[in-house]
């Protein structure tokens, strides 16, 4: 029976689409496996080179707490080993550069100590005796933390004999400069010196990650202090930055202090620009300023003008004024009288007339 209702002949479905069809499910199934396997690879070996990484710097981390026991102990030897193997794993490793310059000088002065004071020959050598003699002043003047004392000795050791003891002078160097660079900054308020002696110790052998920041925030310090009292945002950008490293300082205020005063005359001078309570504005930089201290008196005469400006006062309504009951007090022994209402009139009674008998 032919459907009348059906203008296309329906179409039969052929063996060889089916077959087409098939093969492309098969390949995008095979892709799709092929791509979970490779992302499944390729994470697997993203997380061994993590684990990896981790074991590392776990172990680097445990032999470089072995390397202060060693050298409590005086196992200088040991400790020059440890170092040594820490930093051909890893040479920006904190702090191993320089506690391996100190261990080494440990080892020149315990050396220079025990060896035996050397036999008077006929032939002269004064510069050899004088480098030596150079060589354990500026061993003992580190230990003592004299960094410019050791610093003129190696100075005098390299102009006596410049390949003297060379690998263990280097390390000297790098000691000595390192740390007076960093006491000029942090104790003494030196930047320009400090960042001077820590750029001379990188000739030698590259800062650790504390040093080499400290001298960034001093560098920053410097430029914020180039803008100060003539460009105060600039100035205020600058020792904002600056106080992340800490309370530097140039001789005469900190950072903080700094970014204080700095925070106080530009908003004394949004202030006169009549810029006063959006975000940034004057009203904003007396905020930044009280929290490292209080106000001085011209930031604070500022500050409370504003804050009328800025929070002004909300009036008050005073409800009961504007709703009051008007309220009917009687007078006491008056009647009143409604003046609409009538009084009804005594009611007029008709004469009845009397009847009188007939005669």
Known sequence: MINSGSTQPNTPITPRSRGRTFLISAVILLLVIALTILAGYGSGISARKQNASDTLV?????????VDQDIQAGRYKIAQQRLEYILSKDPSFPGAQAKLTEVLVQISLQEGIQSPTPTPSLVPTPDFAGAEQAYSSAAQLIVAQDW?????????????DPSYQQSQVDGMYYFALRNYGYALIAQQGNLEGGIYQLTLAERFGPLDRDTNGLREGARVYLIGASFW????PQALLYFEQARAWGNLWDGTMTASERYWYASMRYGDQ??????????????????NALTVAALDRVAQNNYDELLLV???ATP???LTALVTPTLTTPIVGTTETPKDTDTPAPPTETPTETPTPEG
């Open 58 to 66: 776990q172990q680097l981390t445990e032999q470089f707490q072995f």
């Open 148 to 160: 410019p004392g050791a610093l003129r000795a190696l100075d005098q050791l390299r102009k006596l």
């Open 229 to 232: 009292e003539l460009d105060w």
């Open 270 to 287: 949004l202030f006169g620009e009549g810029k006063y309570c959006e975000e940034g504005e004057a009203y904003f930089q007396y905020q």
């Open 310 to 312: 800025c929070f002004p």
């Open 316 to 318: 008050t309504i005073d």
